[in-house]
Structure formats: structure tokens, C-alpha cells
């Protein structure tokens, strides 16, 4: 990329992706801040990355690389989301040990000494696993709730319930997701499929500090299709075995229609006709949309397009604005 011949290597790095998060800006920097410092003096880096924001979140983010070295502030070409947004800051952050937590402050910067400390114990990954989830609607809570217990019964990797990206990473952990060249990324299903020791940090997520949700239902439905789809061909088992039920009864329902044909015993009719195309061409059309979502995920893979487009870099450690492409 050119960039990290430009940025020195630290021992910890966080990596914050910011949509419209403004309002909460400062308060994020103080918090991170004082955890860094607490936890690494001087040797660490803040990069946050801009989402495509449409109100002052870049300014304000240029203003604060500008003023503090230890952050490096990343603005996208336009949205790509959450979670590509968060491999643009994995990919240019450059700690031996990542630290990824969202800009909402829900997930509280100051855990950092304890996942630090499992970390130093062995583990590869400290992931944060909520008791509670304050602030959020019942909805919120009962929809996240089911899709892990849904996914966890789906995916052929074991994926932890109740927790979200916010996780310290070493580098070797970091080095072998940045490897990984999909672009539908569901990151925390993909760290636990790297393996490695994995080890949970129990902790209560607080309410958000400012602004609104970036995940609403539209947004998580399409993050649970990205993971089962990513690491589960059960869809496509499930598409399989509706088609063999279904021929199944065909055939039945064939062996009966036959029957009534030799005993004369025809009613004319189109009721049952209509009611049983209409079934059978819903859940034909419900099969074919599982394998589109499969075609689909495969047609944008094989294009081999950037995974995203890095606008502009602000960093004060390198003493210029750097543009960037990945």
C-alpha cells in the first residue's frame, strides 16, 4: 500500500470504524486515550476510520490527527459499511496487538488492562461476550438474541454467542484475517475460524453515549445472510432436502390422483390445481433465492474489485496527509 513504510510499529493499536458518530468524537478520543496511556505510555496508535459520514465526523477526525500523533484518521471513498470499514483500519494499523471497539462507547475502552492480561497469559484473541446489553429495545435484544442461538446451530465454525467485534487481537491472529480475501465480511465469524486460543472477557454493555444505532434491523438482517452464508452450506442442505420432501409427496399425491382416475372418480376442478402450484412454485422460488444469495456472493468474488477505497490519510506522526488506495 505504501502507507506502512510511513507509520512506525507500536505495541498497541485500536481500531475505531465511525459512521455520523460527530457528537461523540471527543469523548472517545479522551477515553481511548487515557486507557492507551495508562496501559502503553506513549506506544500506541488510535486510527479511526470515516465511513462515508455525512455530517462533521471527518473534520473533526482531520482535526484530531492533526493535534494528537498517536492518531491516524482514515476517510473512506464513499460507505461500504461497517464491516469493511473495519478491515480498512485492520489493514493499516500497525500494533502488535489490535484492539477493535466501536465509536458508540458501548463497549467500555477501560476492559483494556484485563484483556491485556489474558492476552499476556497466551490467548490469541480476547473476545468481549456481554451479560447485558443496557439501552436497547426489547426488539434489539430479542432479534440479537435469536441470531446467535440460530447462527450457532447453522455454521460449521463454532461462533460465541452474545458478542459482537469489539476484541484484542495479536498480530499473528490480525496477519492471518488480513489474508483472507473475501469481501462479504462477517470478521468475528472469521477470527474464530482462524482458531488459535480464543478466550472470552465477560462485560456489561452500557447504552450508546451519543447519537443513534447504525444497526437497524434492515442492516442486521443483512449482516446474519453475510454470516450464514459465509461459513454454512446448511441453506443450500436445507434447499436440498425441502426438494426431496416435496418430490416425495408429488409422488404420493400422483399415486392418489391415478387412483381416483380409475375409479372414476374425477372432480373437476381448479382450486386444488392452483392451491398446489402456487405451493410448489413459492418454494421453488425460496429454493432459487438461497442459491441466488450463494451465485451472487460467488459472481462479486470472482470481479476481484478493491474491498474498498481509501480517500485520504491524516496522520501528525508522519507530518502529512497521505492518499491512499486498497
Not at 11 to 30: H, I, K, M, N
Not at 125 to 131: A, D, E, L, S
Not at 146 to 156: G, P
Not at 191 to 213: D, M, N
Request: aromatic share 8%; charged share 20%.
Amino acid at each position: 500500500m505504501g502507507i506502512a513504510a510511513n507509520i512506525r510499529r507500536v505495541g498497541l493499536s485500536v481500531v475505531v470504524p465511525c459512521f455520523d458518530e460527530e457528537t461523540g468524537l471527543q469523548e472517545l478520543r479522551r477515553r481511548l486515550t487515557a486507557a492507551c496511556r495508562r496501559q502503553m505510555g506513549d506506544d500506541y496508535e488510535i486510527v479511526l476510520i470515516d465511513d462515508g459520514s455525512k455530517d462533521g465526523t471527518w473534520p473533526a477526525m482531520q482535526a484530531i490527527a492533526s493535534d494528537d500523533r498517536n492518531v491516524v484518521a482514515l476517510r473512506l471513498a464513499r460507505n461500504y459499511g461497517h464491516q469493511l470499514a473495519l478491515t480498512a483500519g485492520l489493514t493499516v494499523c500497525q500494533g502488535q496487538r489490535i484492539l477493535i471497539i466501536d465509536a458508540d462507547l458501548q463497549d467500555p475502552p477501560e476492559l483494556l488492562p484485563q484483556m491485556m492480561a489474558l492476552m499476556d497469559q497466551g490467548a490469541d484473541v480476547v473476545y468481549g461476550q456481554r451479560i447485558t446489553r443496557e439501552g436497547e429495545t426489547w426488539v434489539k435484544r430479542a432479534s440479537a438474541w435469536a441470531f446467535y442461538r440460530v447462527l450457532d446451530r447453522m455454521v460449521d465454525v463454532p461462533i460465541a454467542a452474545d458478542t459482537g467485534d469489539f476484541r484484542l487481537m495479536s498480530r499473528r491472529a490480525l496477519d492471518l484475517l488480513n489474508s483472507m480475501p473475501e469481501r462479504h465480511r462477517f470478521i468475528r465469524g472469521m477470527v474464530s475460524w482462524i482458531g488459535l486460543k480464543q478466550v472470552p472477557l465477560l462485560y456489561e454493555r452500557k447504552a450508546r453515549y451519543a447519537g443513534k444505532t447504525k444497526y437497524p434491523i434492515r442492516k442486521m438482517i443483512s449482516l446474519a445472510v453475510d454470516a450464514v452464508t459465509s461459513f454454512s452450506t446448511v441453506p443450500l442442505r436445507f434447499a436440498s432436502h425441502l426438494g426431496i420432501i416435496l418430490g416425495f409427496a408429488a409422488m404420493l399425491y400422483l399415486a392418489y390422483v391415478i387412483l381416483q382416475w380409475a375409479r372414476g372418480d374425477v372432480v373437476e376442478g381448479w382450486t386444488s390445481v392452483i392451491s398446489i402450484v402456487l405451493i410448489i412454485g413459492s418454494i421453488q422460488l425460496f429454493v432459487m433465492g438461497i442459491m441466488g444469495a450463494y451465485l451472487g456472493r460467488m459472481f462479486m468474488e470472482t470481479k476481484q474489485r478493491p474491498m474498498f477505497v481509501i480517500a485520504d490519510i491524516v496522520a501528525s506522526k508522519v507530518g502529512k496527509k497521505i492518499t491512499a488506495a486498497e
